[in-house]
């Protein structure tokens, strides 16, 4: 009797949790391994706001998956663990700690994460992100403290704190800079319409700048803007955008560009490689365009679909759907990410 | 009693030891045998990808003995500008240096560290040339950049009276005119141009041959003459729109930058290229006010040729990288008004080993911009010499491979005119050997050789715990002050002395060579145990290379296999490990140098 196919998804979000409750579906005697560089595992990033901020809500509460589950799934569950390189001729994912781990298939889904823009980079340590679990617990240790906090770009990010913070009377200030408000397509009516809109929830918008550096002033940091602006505040929150994570792939010679540079099938360029979620970079004749996929609805079901095509269909990617942003009761159109309301229920 | 007895210096106790403040070399080794060479060759990566073969572990180990004139002068006998190298050589050490390879971290700052040693080397210290008298010939050498100035110092180091003609109103080529003053600073540039002109040569400016001075004259009033003359036609597209107020070629564009101009170029420029040159002018235009800056690449960031440090800076100051397209047509009626671009998906690869982009049906799209520049390179241009002479398939002037000479005798030629466009390093390299080719025909024999110099070394010269060491970061000014005044301000600050020293540590210095004396080994395995690497070896055979050095080493688990324990060198991070541990002392370290000797009549 043949081997069983040895399934290793690095990545531990929605594209690779829903890709490996599919391929068990699909395939009972499979083996199914996730590796992950987080220490926790799999929760919903749509409910890390709320966790923020509701003082009883635990970690534990975000998980969909318990750990039990994966158990009997037979699905081995690999955490804090670090790939840092690929050998696709021998079938082979080395982690850190030295150890290699041989694949039959492979699935990348190793997310993104947010934005540092270079001019910052060195100030990292000064700035929160929010993105991750560990991020969430991080924050929220202090939230109770944070009067103000400012948004460094706009950002689902943001919005999604912003959600969370403005009825707790947090004050807020987003930083936009001239040509992005990722996810929108972004023009000249977009960028003030969405400009008015947020001062009409009462966030302070510095309009067309960049926040050049940031300093520690006593308990509080003092953005500094290009057009010489300074803003004294508790939190300055990294928001321009999300960057997948493919840097160790280079040198396996899998081809990268914002992210993995996958097919209509989602398969990368090796051989028995695939890739799904936010890492994946697909071009979409409709849009005579590369784009990445945003949000865990879309990567859930593209996790599913790679599932599939994993195990020997043909299904094309699709172009995720455009979802609608309101806030103060104006609407934008967005590339693909869910629906989102910074106003009451409408 | 008072003491009468003379002590002579060689009674004393610690004469024949190894301190700081002394060293007895005992024994040191020439050798042409071409094995040596090949041991170099596969042992010190650095110095093999380097275009002028530098003795980087060399240079590198006097920075951390502080001995930066030293330093300086070991890199300027092959490279003759290690100040201006050490800012803005394209670096192919780098990549191949060891401490990059697998597990071993990250490669170090060789470049930054030739810097370091131009930074801190004593104020007026001693310029050493080998001298030969003179020959009483003459040479021509058409063109000041880097290729005419290797060519122009080592034709006057033999002694033949070198007279320069220069296009410009100032000498350097390229690295005056294509190199923007924030990644080198023209005091510099200049200082180290006087360092080769104060040999005697004769530099002649604002001459343009084919011009104002024909080729064939030059020719008939010198002994020979040396061609380095750059590769200054930029490449075209030949795609509509091209020749819109607004489309600059990168070179055009430097130039204008390098001699003052302040070009019209509006809020949105979209770069096409994907070289130093492109970075440039992304960088330039920022200076010189533009709101937003594309580069467009036709594949993606990972194939470019600049270095990631490179990429950084670029981003740093504003300037955005858009892959996988590739430029249509320059669209606009009596100025650029935007551009034509298509998509392009990853293909194969060119013979060169560059990466394809190719483009996909029907993906066009329309960019808005104020000015477009190409930054796609450029090639030499022979019109001007106004002679016919021998081409190559691809254009370029054939050479006679023994005598480096083209189809018109007495002509040669070096840098970019050659092959065109490379870079600094390469040219340099270039004009040395045909400074070396000229000198052979004109003298009709060789007189200047290089050797490989073994020198036995005392101990092991570093620590293990060096290795650890990460690589120290240059430093850089803040964006405020890049942008501030012309703009021109350098942006790399040089590291300061603590920071050097260590880096300097991180060389593994390939050049030592470690060798188990199998005569004296006991096979105890102590070195085997104390090893960081899979670097000594069990050896059933050697496989040798064409040249007789050794390539790599048949282990074998088997003892009765066995012939010989040995290290493998290219494995060895030269830690010291074994020799510190070894309980019979049989484990020889030598020095493995190659320098340049003349060779007696």
């Known amino acids: 009797m043949a081997e069983p196919l040895h399934f290793v998804i690095v990545g531990n979000g929605p594209a690779g949790n829903e890709a490996a409750a599919a391929l068990r579906g699909q395939d009972p005697k499979a083996r199914i391994t996730i590796i992950s560089a987080a220490a926790t595992h799999y929760l919903r990033p749509e409910k890390l706001a709320a966790f923020l901020v509701q003082p009883r809500h635990r970690l534990k509460d975000l998980y969909i998956h318990p750990y039990p589950w994966y158990e009997e799934q037979r699905i081995q569950l690999r955490l804090n663990q670090t790939v840092n390189r690929i050998a696709p001729e021998q079938k082979y994912v080395y982690l850190n700690h030295k150890e290699r781990v041989r694949y039959d298939r492979l699935l990348l889904v190793t997310g993104a994460r947010p934005r540092v823009p270079e001019r910052l980079a060195s100030l990292s340590s000064l700035l929160t992100r929010f993105a991750t679990g560990a991020d969430a617990l991080l924050l929220k240790r202090g939230i109770a403290q944070v009067k103000h906090m400012t948004m460094l770009g706009g950002d689902c990010i943001a919005l999604e704190l912003a959600q969370a913070l403005l009825p707790r009377g947090v004050r807020l200030t987003f930083i936009l800079d001239e040509y992005r408000f990722w996810p929108l397509e972004f023009d000249e009516g977009v960028k003030k319409r969405l400009a008015d809109s947020l001062e009409k929830k009462g966030i302070e918008v510095v309009r067309d700048d960049l926040a050049v550096s940031v300093e520690q002033a006593g308990d509080e940091l003092l953005v500094k803007t290009r057009g010489g602006k300074e803003v004294k505040t508790d939190r300055a929150c990294l928001s321009s955008g999300m960057v997948p994570a493919v840097e160790f792939l280079a040198s396996a010679g899998i081809d990268t560009q914002l992210g993995v540079l996958v097919d209509d099938h989602l398969q990368t360029s090796r051989p028995d490689i695939w890739a799904a979620g936010e890492c994946a970079q697909v071009y979409y004749s409709e849009l005579k365009d590369y784009r990445c996929s945003t949000g865990s609805v879309n990567a859930e079901q593209q996790g599913r679909l790679v599932a599939r095509n994993m195990l020997g269909a043909k299904e094309m990617v699709k172009l995720p759907e455009p979802g609608r942003v309101t806030i103060a009761g104006e609407h934008f159109t967005t590339y693909g990410w869910k629906g989102f309301s910074l106003d009451e229920k409408d | ?601």
């Open chain 2, 1 to 601: 009693m008072k003491e009468t007895r003379l002590y002579l210096p060689s009674e004393r106790e610690d004469f024949h030891a190894f301190t700081p403040a002394r060293k007895v070399v005992r024994d040191i080794i020439f050798s042409t045998d071409r094995r040596d060479f090949g041991w170099i060759k596969e042992n010190i990566p650095c110095q093999r990808a380097c275009p002028a073969s530098t003795n980087i572990p060399g240079y590198i180990r006097c920075i951390f003995e502080e001995r930066h004139g030293r330093s300086y002068e070991l890199n300027r006998f092959v490279n003759i500008l290690p100040g201006v190298l050490g800012r803005i050589c394209a670096r192919p050490c780098e990549p191949a240096c060891r401490h990059g390879f697998p597990d071993n971290g990250d490669p170090v700052a060789i470049c930054h560290l030739k810097r370091v040693a131009a930074d801190f080397r004593p104020e007026g210290h001693r310029l050493q040339e080998q001298l030969f008298a003179p020959s009483g010939k003459k040479v021509a050498v058409i063109g000041s950049g880097p290729a005419g100035l290797g060519a122009a110092h080592d034709l006057a180091t033999f002694g033949h009276q070198v007279t320069m003609y220069e296009a410009e109103k100032e000498p350097g080529g390229m690295l005056r005119y294509g190199i923007p003053e924030f990644r080198l600073p023209r005091p510099l540039l200049a200082t180290e141009i006087a360092n080769v002109l104060r040999l005697g040569v004769d530099l002649h400016l604002g001459v343009r041959v084919g011009r104002d001075l024909e080729l064939a004259e030059i020719l008939d009033k010198h002994d020979a003459v040396i061609l380095s003359a750059g590769a200054y036609r930029p490449n075209r597209l030949g795609m509509p729109g091209e020749n819109l107020p607004g489309v600059y070629t990168g070179l055009e564009f430097m130039m204008r930058v390098n001699e003052g101009e302040r070009p019209e170029i509006g809020q949105k420029v979209l770069v096409v290229g994907a070289g130093f040159t492109a970075m440039d002018c992304a960088r330039s235009s920022i200076r010189l006010g533009a709101k937003r800056v594309l580069i467009n690449l036709l594949t993606t960031e990972e194939f470019l040729t600049v270095d990631q440090e490179e990429i950084f800076q670029v981003k740093y100051e504003g300037g955005e990288f858009r892959g996988l397209v590739s430029i249509q047509e320059v669209l606009g009626k009596d100025k650029v008004q935007g551009a034509r671009f298509q998509r392009n998906r990853l293909g194969g690869w060119t013979e060169r080993g560059e990466r394809e982009g190719v483009p996909i049906p029907d993906s066009d799209f329309f960019d808005s911009a104020d000015s477009v520049i190409l930054a796609i390179g450029q090639r030499p241009d022979p019109s001007f010499l106004h002679l016919e002479l021998d081409q190559t398939e691809r254009g370029f002037l054939r050479l006679n491979p023994q005598t480096g000479m083209t189809s018109r005798n007495r002509l040669f030629i070096a840098g970019d005119f050659g092959a065109g466009a490379s870079n600094v390093i390469s040219c340099i390299g270039s004009g040395r050997r045909a400074a070396w080719a000229v000198d052979q025909y004109l003298m009709r024999r060789e007189r200047r050789k290089n050797v490989v110099r073994f020198e036995y070394m005392p101990e092991t010269l570093r620590e293990r715990k060096w290795d650890f060491i990460p690589r120290q970061p240059m430093p850089t000014l803040e964006l405020p002050n890049r942008l501030a005044g012309a703009g021109q301000s350098e942006v790399e600050t040089g590291l300061d002395p603590d920071p050097a020293r260590e880096e300097s540590k991180r060389c593994y210095l390939c050049y030592l060579r470690f060798e188990i004396d199998a005569a004296r080994c006991i096979y105890c395995r102590w070195c085997m145990d104390v090893m960081p690497k899979n670097c000594i070896k069990l050896a059933k055979e050697v496989v040798r290379n064409s040249d007789g050095s050794i390539q790599s080493v048949v282990e074998t688990e088997d003892w009765s296999q066995a012939a010989a324990v040995v290290i493998d060198g290219k494995e060895c991070i030269r830690c010291g490990n074994c020799f510190r541990v070894c309980p019979v002392k049989c484990i020889e370290i030598v020095k493995v140098e190659m320098m340049e000797q003349d060779v007696e009549a």
